[in-house]
């Protein structure tokens, strides 16, 4: 049986814990901020960043890994490893995608999967897990990659934001979106559809924006993972209320980091589900 190796990206938010306990390689993507450049770390480090960016002048300007930071990952893992599964943020969000795929072709290993999760946040962190599940299953790299590309199918991103400040600072959202957003407290509800962002509805107030995305989640869903920018308690009575809507669901709470989070500031809500 080929010994599995799996890597991705800062974006999945995986637990650092988790990550060392099944070897899973965590390539950062980074942000350039106040004159200094980061590579975004893990959860329960991203609160200084969402605090400082809140009375900042400056906007993060967000970067995709270098390709030899794959290409050297890729020759680490493969003096212990048989084969590599590569699960990457949504080609159509980053070039982390694509730099993953020139780092395969520089290494001339045929060896190296590199799959388009067309996810992000905690919809990129449940393929890892399945695909960690699997591996430790005993299944093929075949296996795992058609599942994971049919799991991908059944999974959704759905959001709203505390302001539309960093939408519009970001270059996300017009300025006369924003000024109407800011008069009559006009809440986007913004969905993650075929690998890149869109905008569902438009909802007066922010209570109506979470209703509407509680409306979009299938009875037949299996995980939720109620992601969330510097608003844990909002975040604790969201899964209190999906819990009693969907008792058989995992449900989990979930921080986004810089790259994810930049454009949506603080006070951000939503979920990420796979039915």
Do not use: W
Not at 232 to 253: C, G, N, W
């Amino acid at each position: 049986m080929n010994k599995i190796k799996i890597i991705t990206d800062s974006t999945s938010y995986i637990d650092k814990d988790y990550a060392l306990e099944k070897d899973i390689s965590i390539i950062p993507l980074s942000y350039t901020f106040e004159g200094e450049i980061y590579k975004e770390g893990f959860t329960g480090e991203f609160d200084d960043f969402f605090k400082r960016l809140s009375k900042s002048k400056d906007f993060p300007v967000t970067s995709q890994p270098a390709t030899g930071d794959f290409l050297k990952e890729y020759e680490e893992a493969l003096k212990k490893y048989d084969e590599i599964i590569v699960l990457t943020i949504s080609s159509k969000l980053s070039g982390t995608y694509n730099n993953a795929l020139l780092a395969r072709s520089m290494s001339e290993e045929d060896r190296i999967f590199v799959v388009d999760s067309k996810q992000a946040a905690s919809n990129l962190k449940a393929l890892v897990e399945a695909a960690i599940d699997m591996i430790e299953s005993g299944k093929s790299r075949e296996e795992i990659i058609a599942h994971i590309v049919e799991k991908e199918r059944r999974m959704a991103i759905y959001f709203t934001v505390g302001t539309l400040e960093y939408l519009k600072r970001g270059g996300r959202l017009g300025a006369i979106s924003s000024i109407i957003g800011s008069v009559l407290n006009i809440k986007p509800v913004i969905a993650l559809r075929d690998g890149e962002l869109g905008l569902l509805e438009k909802t007066r107030g922010k209570n109506k924006a979470v209703k509407k995305i509680i409306e979009t989640i299938p009875s037949d869903v299996k995980r939720i993972g109620v992601c969330h920018i510097l608003n844990y308690d909002e975040a604790v009575s969201l899964k209190e209320k999906l819990i009693e809507k969907f008792p058989e669901a995992l449900i989990t709470i979930d921080e986004l980091g810089p790259i994810v989070g930049a454009h949506l500031g603080s006070k951000t809500i939503g979920v990420c589900y796979s039915y």
